[in-house]
């Protein structure tokens, strides 16, 4: 079995297992509590979970790195907490005790993406393969999530929450196992030079990054916005398990056709389709308003964010190819997952009509596309005016000053030039 395949394996059991734990979460003490109490606990927690993470990981990730096997460690770890974590959810999923469990939960499952995203370029052969490989990942999480929520919703209703959860526990064990196997690689055994600093630091790469940074906290602006929002009203639980549902069909789809747009366009060009479509989805469905609009804006910030990862991806390998990728990939990666729980906060904190929120999606995008287009412009014209500016090669003299002066019709060339008669 190929590297790629083991993690392959790992990564679509811990996805199941994610799906398993949402499907118990609908029916239970997490979504029953009183809105204003919610949102009070929510914001608490994603506070105090949140925070060690997001401050630590960008200081222990490059130590992680540098250590043979380190982020396979992490992963395993990973595995074994999420297990733990969901059995004590069966015990108190009709407790308060049930949020820090969920957001402890939440806080790993980012950690595991952190880990497997500078894992990934190591189980590849080439830079081809290694876009294709986060698509076929990013493919891999929307099948086995859509198929591992059905026998979580049997035990669910046979069982109770509690029997789902126990099930999900089953498949993080599984993961462990799995990770096991997991190639024992040093992401990075060195610090970042100046030239992988530069690279990574250029205007066009960061102009992209902050377009990528956006589409990632429009998907955690959306799912606490339409959490929160669609539980006022009729049948909520059911339209937020329909968002959830869309949501990883549209990721499936996106993760399917991206390649195919990289193949036909540009990196920068699919990134802006990206925010297009994200401006546009925002904007309209908050004129047309209801909850099957809320339904359909999560398909779409789900949709455009695994069409711009991979765009995103390609940028990185075209402007920074002196970098170490998979320590490139875990730093934004972070970044991004700061971005989702920053944007959680928000959705969390404000009190907005859903309409409204759906309008700050569109718009935040559009004036993030003109950044990008803007950004993009100045990054391509830098470079050559600096061409155009650059002096001439040879000794003081242009090659046009060395060429020889147009002589007029008629006149002799000089003699060291005239041809030698034939000897």
Not at 184 to 210: P, R, T
């Amino acid at each position: 079995m190929s590297p790629f395949t083991r993690l392959a394996v790992t990564h679509a059991l811990m996805m199941a297992g994610d799906a398993a734990m949402v499907v118990a979460l609908a029916d239970s003490f997490f979504f029953s509590v009183e809105l204003d109490a919610a949102r009070t606990q929510v914001l608490m927690f994603l506070a105090i979970s949140f925070a060690p993470f997001l401050f630590v990981a960008p200081l222990i990730g490059p130590l992680i790195d540098r250590i043979a096997g380190g982020r396979r460690l992490v992963i395993q770890t990973v595995a074994i907490a999420r297990l733990v974590l969901l059995i004590l959810m069966a015990q108190y999923i009709d407790g308060i005790v049930l949020f820090p469990l969920v957001f402890g939960s939440l806080v790993l499952q980012k950690t595991y993406v952190v880990s497997k995203s500078a894992l990934v370029p190591s189980t590849v052969r080439s830079e081809t393969e290694l876009v294709e490989a986060n698509s076929k990942l990013g493919l891999l999480s929307g099948i086995t999530g859509a198929v591992a929520v059905i026998p979580a919703g049997i035990l669910l209703k046979t069982v109770g929450p509690g029997g789902a959860l126990v099930y999900g526990a089953i498949l993080f064990g599984l993961s462990f196992a799995s990770a096991t196997k997991l190639p024992k690689e040093v992401v990075a055994d060195h610090a970042a030079g100046e030239e992988e600093s530069a690279q990574l630091h250029s205007s066009g790469l960061q102009v992209a990054s902050l377009a990528m940074t956006v589409l990632r906290a429009n998907v955690g602006f959306t799912f606490f916005h339409l959490a929160f929002w669609l539980r006022s009203q009729d049948k909520g639980t059911l339209l937020f398990g329909a968002a959830v549902g869309v949501s990883a069909v549209a990721t499936m789809i996106g993760n399917a056709i991206a390649p195919r747009l990289r193949a036909r366009m540009q990196e920068e060009t699919m990134l802006s389709a990206a925010l297009v479509v994200s401006a546009a989805g925002g904007i309209g469905l908050a004129a047309l308003g209801g909850p099957v609009a809320g339904v359909l804006v999560a398909a779409v910030v789900n949709f455009v964010a695994s069409i711009g990862r991979l765009s995103f991806e390609s940028i990185v390998q075209r402007d920074a190819p002196g970098a170490n990728q998979g320590r490139a990939f875990a730093s934004f990666e972070t970044r991004f997952q700061f971005a989702w729980a920053a944007a959680a906060f928000v959705a969390v904190a404000i009190r907005v009509p859903g309409e409204i929120g759906f309008l700050i999606v569109g718009v935040v995008a559009a004036a993030t596309l003109v950044n990008l287009r803007v950004g993009t412009s100045r990054s391509r014209s830098g470079p050559k005016r600096r061409r155009r500016r650059r002096p001439s090669q040879g000794r003081g003299r242009s090659r046009r000053a060395r060429r020889p002066p147009p002589r007029a019709r008629g006149q002799r060339p000089p003699a060291d030039r005239r041809p030698r008669p034939n000897s």
